[in-house]
């Protein structure tokens, strides 16, 4: 009978050390499911602030676009009405020039055909 009992424990040590050893696959197996959900839940959040980050920046960008937008248009118009302000002086200034007519004749004809 001590063969039969000595055999019973080693079958019965067999037995609890493969429940152990399914046991600790169980927990494995958990545990990289566990670690495979983190991962995507991690991959969720970064994507979720990169596209927050992203609307964030595209709302900077056309804000500051739109201000140096209009301060271009600004200074355009500056550049314009300096030009015309500019263009109505010399306009002016034509204006009240003594124009000599008969000198200016006299000379183009001294300088194209000679002297007379």
Do not use: T, W
Not at 76 to 83: C, F, G, Q
Not at 90 to 107: C, I
Request: with cysteine; proline share 1%.
């Amino acid at each position: 009978m001590g063969s039969d009992s000595s055999e019973r424990d080693v079958h019965e040590q067999d037995v609890r050390e493969q429940d152990v050893l399914n046991h600790l696959l169980k927990v494995e197996s958990q545990a990289a499911i566990l670690v495979d959900d983190a991962q995507a839940e991690a991959d969720r959040r970064v994507a979720e602030k990169e596209k927050e980050n992203r609307a964030r920046c595209d709302e900077r960008y056309s804000l500051e676009a739109a201000e140096l937008n209009g301060e271009y248009e600004k200074a355009v118009l500056a550049v314009k009405e300096d030009y015309k302000r500019q263009m109505e002086a010399n306009r002016e200034s034509l204006e009240v020039m003594p124009v000599h007519g008969d000198a200016f004749s006299q000379l183009a004809e001294r300088l194209f055909f000679g002297e007379r």
